[in-house]
């Protein structure tokens, strides 16, 4: 279960934005979000501009690389680039290699088989390097761990300048120059460039100022899709980059990028962040599992039409393959985990097995760490050595984790969220075990939950077309600019099914009406990727709450708005006589035994107050830590949980009082309370999310409540039959009691689930909680309750005949059922 936190809860309302740059209430809310309230911040959001880009020689080593690359070149020496297998590192090496291009100065380049050298500089491809004529080696998104490489490389006389965006290790190699700002004396004012952004920096302090302006454009599209793919923050010089990077895109400058923007179906004028991460990246990324990053190189350089379409069609190939093992080990990954008990307690998933593609490893283990929510390591076992790559959940560094246990590593590397390591085949069960005492100590189980921060609750009128257009306004999207998500509550599930090649997609069709009295009725269409798991825990006619991104498809000429889900929940059941938490409430609403028995309030009666509610007030606005919140029906609990978990704050959940053993000033939510016993003096807020049972409650509450309290009534007249319900379906009949006691006396002890009860005996559970209650006061039946089984069984047979009237329990709730009467 994720948690759904809103950014801005409630209503939206104008803001000086709205007003002054001509935007929506929908978008200047999302402004406001991100912390953007002056015009002259929203001005710079919007239009970030090349002219802010940063002094490169700011950074570390800078000119000393920059002053040995041209001398190099003044010497007629001998450059090669060496890169990495991923997005960053293809376009890295692409950018440096079109720069030379551009000079006219002969560059080689090299990047590492995935499949048979793994990440990073190696020693092998550096022997190889010197074998064919080298004097200077350039290293891109890569090498800052790669000590005993360079120390190779530099006995054979080879110089070597970093380029490298990764966590440095405590040893820096011994290069020739370093270029990372994330080295701890590098004073570069921005040190979250990807490896490319990094590479694009060298470029530009390897050019005349006034030569940058115009040629920094020959390079920007291929940096502004590393940027994205990198997944780095898309804020200060990444913003900039990927803001007119986009631009420059839909012109389509870089033949390469063009033609595999063609293949992938995006259109030039349409491109957004998205697609290049959801569909140019993968492709790249692709080639490279498969161990064909050269092709990246080579598209992005080639200046041959005819070679840019073979080479984006050939990547196009890849990727499908790709996909196809893809579902295979993800398919064998998920069998491990359902094998080992273990997994369900680990906090970190450490899965190992022969024969995985070390290319695609990668992919797995980000979905495994999206499905469960926990930091997964996965490694293939080849040669008695395993081979892997790590993905992490917010709040948990993996590359520390690493750390901790480097002693049963033999190579490492990388980052926060993402590394990549070797280890001997003995060493797998050592890691796991280490790796999760780590997570124990430092993961606590909030932490587990993974926390989705959406920006408000959009209203159904909101929705439209237009909305989406000026939601482009706002891009790139990505860490620290995150896509907006929204959420839609109480939408009836009208449709459900899975759908793809693999049926890991899900899609849904939903109806969202305002409310009772609306006549209008919108139905949206909702795509899930990779969701399909979901399906099985909904079905048409449910009552759901939808998470989800705001998009448009286009069909046959025809647009219209789509979601993209990326949570569901229920918002309540369709029948709560089948929904075991529902059951649970109900219980809550009948007496287990005279100790628990409710004894009815008598207050007199005052006219100072209405009972009318209103739920046009914006509710979130009283949720404060002294808040008590009642409900006294499934549904108003439903309605009030799914309110107060949005917030970014605590809340405590009560049942008929509140639990006072806890010292706690959290929101108390409380269901069906005994009002009489609650210190309602100590509370700012009383919110009412059903009505009350009785007049008699809502005097005792106004005459008991602290001075400056608020009392907030927060239901209509729809709340009322729900109330209503209840007290028609409190008392059973005379049939309703035979049918329990003739059950048991036959079975003698009858043990069943809560859901089955209607099942068995005929009649509501409300109505089966009361006559059981009943049964048991009297010491005709033994009954309690287990988690969701009931047990049952008969008592030995009374000496007189029992008067079921003489129950105290059925006399309280016969005086609530009048009380309430003469109240309503």
Not at 488 to 504: A, H, P, S, V
Not at 595 to 601: F, Q, S
Not at 733 to 750: A, G, Q, T
């Amino acid at each position: 279960m994720k948690k759904w936190t809103l950014k801005h809860s409630g209503k939206i309302t104008k803001n000086n934005l709205t007003n002054n740059l001509g935007i929506s209430l929908e978008i200047s809310q999302i402004l406001e979000n991100r912390g953007i309230k002056t015009e002259e911040d929203a001005e710079i959001f919007m239009n970030p501009s090349l002219k802010y880009l940063r002094d490169p020689f700011l950074m570390k080593d800078m000119r000393k690389s920059v002053d040995r690359i041209e001398k190099a070149m003044e010497n007629n020496e001998k450059i090669w680039i060496y890169g990495d297998y991923d997005v960053d590192g293809v376009s890295s090496t692409a950018v440096l290699c079109l720069y030379f291009k551009d000079i006219d100065y002969p560059v080689s380049y090299y990047i590492p088989n995935r499949l048979e050298e793994g990440y990073g500089i190696n020693e092998d491809a550096i022997r190889l390097i010197n074998d064919r004529g080298c004097d200077l080696i350039i290293s891109v998104d890569c090498g800052i761990t790669s000590t005993k490489e360079v120390d190779v490389a530099n006995e054979l006389g080879i110089d070597v300048i970093i380029t490298d965006h990764h966590e440095c290790q405590e040893e820096i190699p011994n290069a020739y120059a370093v270029v990372n700002p994330k080295q701890v004396d590098c004073n570069y004012p921005f040190d979250m460039l990807c490896g490319c952004g990094i590479a694009f920096k060298l470029i530009q302090a390897l050019t005349p100022a006034e030569e940058f302006e115009t040629k920094m454009y020959n390079y920007l599209e291929i940096v502004t899709l590393a940027t994205i793919c990198d997944i780095v923050p898309l804020k200060d010089e990444n913003r900039i980059i990927v803001k007119n990077g986009l631009k420059l895109m839909r012109k389509g400058k870089n033949m390469g990028l063009r033609e595999l923007l063609k293949v992938c179906g995006v259109e030039g004028d349409k491109i957004g962040s998205s697609h290049i991460g959801f569909a140019v990246g993968p492709r790249i990324n692709a080639a490279g599992r498969l161990g064909f990053s050269y092709l990246g190189v080579e598209l992005f350089t080639t200046d041959s039409q005819r070679e840019a379409e073979e080479v984006a069609n050939l990547l196009e190939d890849k990727n499908e393959e790709r996909k196809a093992i893809e579902a295979d080990m993800y398919r064998e990954a998920e069998e491990i985990i359902n094998l080992d008990k273990r997994f369900a307690d680990d906090k970190v998933l450490v899965i190992a097995s022969a024969g995985w593609q070390h290319g695609i490893i990668g992919i797995v283990a980000s979905k495994l760490t999206e499905k469960y929510y926990k930091p997964t390591i996965l490694l293939n076992i080849e040669d008695g050595e395993a081979t892997g790559s790590a993905r992490s959940i917010k709040g948990f560094s993996i590359f520390d984790a690493l750390m901790r246990c480097s002693d049963l590593m033999t190579k490492f590397g990388g980052h926060e969220q993402a590394a990549g390591l070797t280890l001997p085949l003995e060493n797998i069960d050592k890691l796991r075990d280490e790796v999760n005492k780590y997570a124990d100590y430092s993961l606590t189980k909030e932490d587990m939950i993974e926390n989705i921060s959406v920006e408000y609750e959009l209203e159904e009128d909101s929705v439209s077309l237009d909305l989406v257009e000026e939601l482009h306004n706002l891009e790139p999207f990505g860490m620290s600019n995150p896509t907006p998500r929204f959420i839609m509550r109480n939408c009836e599930l009208k449709d459900i099914f899975i759908m793809g090649k693999t049926r890991q997609h899900l899609k849904l069709k939903v109806k969202k009406q305002r409310d009772m009295s609306s006549i209008k009725v919108n139905e949206y269409e909702c795509v899930g990727f990779n969701m399909a798991y979901l399906a099985d825990n909904f079905e048409v006619g449910d009552r759901i709450d939808i998470l989800f991104q705001l998009d448009k498809n286009t069909y046959m000429g025809n647009t219209k708005i789509q979601f993209l889900l990326k949570d569901m929940r229920m918002y309540r059941p369709k029948n709560i006589n089948n929904d075991k938490d529902s059951i649970r409430l109900i219980r809550k609403l009948v007496p287990n035994n005279l100790d628990e028995l409710y004894y009815i309030i008598k207050e007199e009666s005052t006219d100072e107050y209405s009972l009318k509610g209103d739920t046009n007030i914006d509710v979130f606005e009283y949720f404060d830590s002294n808040t008590l919140i009642i409900a006294n029906s499934v549904n108003g609990f439903n309605s009030a949980l799914s309110d107060v978990s949005l917030i970014d704050g605590d809340f405590d959940i009560n049942y008929n009082i509140v639990d006072t053993s806890r010292d706690s000033d959290n929101i108390q939510l409380i269901f069906a309370p005994y009002i009489d016993k609650i210190d309602l003096k100590r509370y700012n807020n009383i919110i009412l999310y059903d009505y009350l049972f009785c007049l008699d409650e809502y005097n005792h509450i106004y005459k008991n409540k602290g001075e400056n309290s608020k009392i907030i009534k927060y239901y209509n007249e729809t709340n009322l039959l729900y109330i209503q319900t209840i007290i028609d379906n409190l008392i059973p009949n005379r049939d309703d009691f035979l049918s329990i006691y003739k059950n048991v006396m036959i079975n003698k002890e009858i043990k069943l689930d809560f859901v089955d009860i209607k099942k068995i005996f005929g009649i509501t559970p409300l109505k089966f909680f009361t006559a059981s209650s009943v049964f048991k006061e009297l010491k005709l039946l033994d009954y309690s309750c287990e988690k969701d089984s009931i047990f049952i069984s008969m008592l030995p047979k009374p000496d007189s005949k029992m008067d079921l009237n003489s129950s105290l329990i059925l006399k309280n709730l016969n005086e609530l059922i009048n009380k309430f009467k003469c109240s309503y």
